[in-house]
């Protein structure tokens, strides 16, 4: 069994969980739902039920459940982790990954904006900080950058900030490269998988 495979079978096995404690009438709302995922997270690293490979991923939603609670939207991060290592994800059109990358990562507390032109470049442009995480996408090349059936048709300049390791393995779990563009710091393409 792959990484990818243990670690959608780990987020297979939690929204399992919670659908039947909803059936049961134990999960009625939001924060009972954290509670009861944090409870199950909690668990299932306790009592080792999966592959320590898949530690890591358990720790952090632990974390996150912990952390922030509701705002956590565990269920949400699970239902992504079991979509990008089921291959379901990897069906759907380029602009559709494109955005639920951008999503997760703003559920992840990423930064995320489009620049106009003026923001993008010359003395109106916006300061970076690498410090902090952020994904800035041109508005000019996004608008250029799909056909009508959402599939990519040029490149995508994007710029990333912070823990960008951590934001280009999002964007291979959802089938887009980030490759470093060595004319201006923090630039990166974007490119359909």
Not at 152 to 167: C, Y
Request: proline letters at 2%; charged letters at 20%.
């Amino acid at each position: 069994m792959t990484l990818t495979e243990k670690s959608g079978h780990l987020a297979w096995c939690a929204l399992v969980a919670l659908a039947l404690a909803r059936q049961d009438g134990g999960v009625l709302s939001p924060a009972q739902e954290n509670l009861f995922l944090t409870r199950w997270l909690a668990t299932a690293l306790k009592q080792r039920r999966f592959s320590r490979d898949v530690t890591p991923d358990i720790e952090w939603l632990l974390k996150q459940g912990r952390q922030m609670g509701v705002s956590a939207k565990l269920a949400s991060k699970l239902n992504y982790l079991w979509r990008s290592c089921t291959g379901e994800l990897s069906e759907q059109n380029d602009l559709f990954r494109l955005t639920y990358a951008l999503e997760t990562a703003k559920d992840m507390h990423w930064n995320y904006r489009l620049l106009s032109d003026r923001e993008w470049s010359g003395r109106n442009a916006v300061a970076l900080s690498a410090g902090v995480n952020g994904i800035y996408l041109s508005q000019a090349k996004l608008d250029v950058g799909f056909n009508d059936s959402g599939r990519q048709i040029n490149s995508l300049t994007a710029r990333l900030t912070g823990n960008v390791a951590g934001v280009m393995k999002l964007f291979d779990r959802c089938g887009w490269l980030a490759e470093p563009d060595a004319s201006l710091p923090h630039q990166y393409s974007l490119m359909a998988g």
